[in-house]
């Protein structure tokens, strides 16, 4: 009688833990697909053309692979100096300024697909060529008339995605052509350090060229002007310049020094990982590497729900800011290795809410304008970020050390958060008037 109660008892007691069992993988299920559902949901009502782009832009970013590896090319291949490889980058930072100047300029004169077909391919002619110059003055000179050829693509595709985009869809629209460009940048090292293996720096330079080629292609098959559909267009018959609007040029400056600010993670810290935490090439990788993951996972749904919020433009691009400027701080509060992750964590959030809406900013002011020349200076903001930080984050890491770097690096970005808050006053004054 006994044996028989306490058989009963474990076979109930197998059933409730079977039932159990049952209902939470079945809500852990429910959550899952919940999410994937709510993930998907937020990619939905973009335009075929602005998908189209973004895969132009996928293969285009993938394809200059050289770019990773450029430094390491020019010192190991060519055997120039350090000094050497520093000047050769100060002219392609100025090529990229003269691109998006001249990007801005043709896209008003010509139209934003003919500069952006042009512009491909002959960024692909020019990779080609490029592994046939050796000297430093031709280096020089090559890389600043690549980088101009090449960045006159970037006005004509913020003024393009625009076009695409319905005016309640173009935040969304940008995070979509970022994903595609990380995607890209994340891909591209990848496969050219495989490249470089197999075929040299040679192969780099012209796989690099003919992707850009390919990329031509898909673009004049899928959107040629008679197949794309445009869904925002704008003509003004007395464009407002750019140069009399002078809230732009508060938000100019504002970009341009944050744009020093987030170069940063691109030059002084992967040497402040290595010479301070002694971490391997491989740990770095992975550690930059989360960056990526951490976009491609978390910008779409956290751009959705930030639109949704209300908040202005404005105050997310400060929210984003302060969120990068933390970023550097916490670096000297302490020597745990594990704060490296906390600084990369508060950077990547910060940068998925600053440029999404900063890029969504300009594209909202260009409307009064000429599109492209709006545009291609909210392009040079951070081409001009691309001259002068790298080469000062180096120069004050050699002069002043990591830790004192990082404090100057916060006041800069304290300074940004100064001007977008001057802005955020005198939009209300405008307003108001």
Known sequence: MLYQYKNIQLQKSGYLAGLFIFYHVNLKQTIMEKLIKNYLATFKGLSKEVWWLSLITLINRAGTMVIPFLSLYLKEGLGFSFSDVGLIMVFFGLGSVAGSRLGGYLTDKIGYYKVMQVSLFLTGVLFVLLQYVTTLFGFCASIFVLMTVADTFRPAMFVALSSYS?????????????????????????????????????????????????ATVLLMSVLHPKKARVLDKIENE???????????????????????????????????????????????????????????????????????????????????????????????????????????????????????????????????????????????????????????????????????????????????????????????QVEKA
Request: proline share 2%; aromatic share 16%.
């Open 166 to 214: 319905k005016p309640e869809n173009k935040t969304r629209s940008v995070t979509l052509i970022r994903l595609a460009i990380n995607l890209g940048f994340s891909a591209g090292p990848a496969l050219g350090g495989l490249i470089i293996t197999t075929l040299g720096y040679q192969g780099l330079f012209w796989v690099d060229g003919v992707t850009c080629v390919l």
């Open 238 to 428: 007395n464009p407002v310049s750019v140069y009399s609007d002078k809230l732009f040029w508060i938000f100019f400056v504002a970009m341009a020094l944050f744009g020093v600010v987030f170069l940063q993670y691109f030059s002084t810290i992967p040497l402040y990982y290595r010479d301070v935490h002694h971490l391997s090439e491989l740990e770095i990788g992975l550690l930059l590497g989360a960056n990526g993951f951490i976009i491609f996972l978390l910008e779409m749904p956290l751009v959705t729900w930030l639109e949704e919020s209300k908040q202005t433009k404005i105050a997310l691009m400060f929210g984003g800011g302060i969120l990068v400027t933390l970023s550097f701080i916490v670096l000297n509060m302490t020597s745990w290795v594990g704060i490296l992750l906390v600084g990369m964590f508060l950077m990547t959030i910060g940068e998925m809410i600053m440029f999404p809406f900063s890029n969504a900013y300009a594209m909202e002011r260009a409307k009064k304008g000429n599109q492209g020349q709006y545009m291609s200076w909210y392009a040079i903001s951070f081409s001009l970020a691309h001259v002068f930080g790298h080469f000062s984050g180096m120069h004050l890491v050699d002069k002043i050390g990591f830790d004192n770097t990082w404090y100057i690096i916060f006041g800069l970005s304290l300074l940004s958060g100064v001007f977008l808050l001057v802005l955020h006053y005198k939009t209300k």
